[in-house]
C-alpha cells in the first residue's frame, strides 16, 4: 500500500513541476510588453547615460546588425512561417472557441507590433 501512495505524490509533484515550466514559458512567450525596440534602446541609453553622438553610433551599430539578421534569415522565412501557421493550427485545436478569439486578439497586436518595427528596420536597411 505504500509504494502506490510513494507513486501518487512523486506523478502530483511532477505534474505541479510542469505545470509551473509550461505556466513560465507561456507567461515569457505571450507576456504583453508594448514597449517598442525604441523605447527598450532609449531606455538603455539612458541606463548608460549615453551622449546624444554614442546614442546615433549606437543606433547606426543596431540598425546595421538587423539589415545583416534580415539578410541571413530571409531565405528561411518561408520555413519559419510554415512552422509558425503549423503550430499555431495545433494549438487553437487545444483551446476553446472563446480562448482563440482571445489569443487571435493578441496574436493580431502581436503581430502588428512586429510589423511595424520590421518596417521600420527596413527603412532604416535602405538608408
Known sequence: MERPKQ??????LGAVLVGGVVGFSADRVFRRDDSSIAAKRA????DLTLRPEQRAAMDSLFDARNCKYDAIFR???????????ETRGRINAILTPEQRVRLDTRRRDDDARKDAERQRMLAACRK
Open 43 to 46: 531606455a538603455m541609453y539612458d
Open 75 to 85: 531565405p528561411m522565412q518561408p520555413a519559419l512561417d510554415t512552422l509558425k501557421l
Open 7 to 12: 507513486q501518487a505524490l512523486v506523478f502530483l
